[in-house]
């Protein structure tokens, strides 16, 4: 059937929903209050959800759950970054390296939430 018969056949005022993936946010050996404050800024900048995993199923999870993006510390980060990078790009997501350092969670909830923003306005792929 072609479109123009299709849409003929639709009542009128009738849209398409255009269908919108929500952004899931891969948490991965994350976990106590920084997973609280990962899974607040997820919810806040992105109105996406959090799912965690521990750094041995990382590799499944992210293939299986395809995340917009994976967060992970700066320590777990640093054990092989050529391959947190191409498992990123492999899933379509982005690396998000969250702060080892000692801060008020606040700060690094908001922190977190900036980066999202930044990543959604800039539209970038590459990992950080």
Known sequence: MATSELEAQMPVG????RQVRQRIV????IEG????LC????LRALNGHIEECAVEQLTTAAATLRPWAIV???TTYAFDPEEFDALARDVGGRIVRLPDFEAPMDELEAWLSER??????DGETESH
Request: hydrophobic share 50%; charged share 30%; glycine share 4%.
């Open 39 to 42: 899974r607040a800024a997820a």
């Open 14 to 17: 009738v849209k398409t929903v």
């Open 33 to 36: 209050p920084r997973l609280r």
């Open 72 to 74: 992970m510390s700066e």
């Open 116 to 121: 999202f923003r930044e990543l959604v306005e």
């Open 26 to 29: 891969l948490a991965c050996g």
